[in-house]
């Protein structure tokens, strides 16, 4: 694997006060994980955070749920962010990894749209 092909990863917090930024309440919030990249439950891209999700760049969003959750978790905003949805059963049988190639794509596009014009994923 040549320089440019390495696999980067984020650095962990050189201290513990560095692990203190983040508290319990803020799991309901859009956390923003990479640059650009955030990650939050549903209730942070709901259609009463649309000014949030759009003063941060938000442009894709991944959403992830239950096939009998299809009704009621849905995208918000399909005419202003792209979506991917994916169906996945919550339990510790479901193949997951199946799901990561076309996650990842979806990221990867995002990510490298944002660096031209300066926008974000969740």
Known sequence: MDEDNKLQFPSLPAT???????????????????????????????????????????????CVRQDIEANFIKPN??????????????NPVENIIRFFPMTKEFIDSCLLRSKRYSQSCF
């Open 16 to 62: 513990k006060e560095d692990l203190l930024d983040w508290a319990y309440p803020m799991r309901r919030e859009m956390q923003e994980i990479l640059p650009g990249l955030f990650l939050g439950p549903y209730s942070a891209a709901m259609k009463s955070k649309l000014p949030i999700l759009q003063r941060h760049g938000v442009t894709h969003i991944v």
């Open 77 to 90: 905003f399909p005419h202003t962010f792209r979506y991917l949805v994916l169906d996945i059963a919550d």
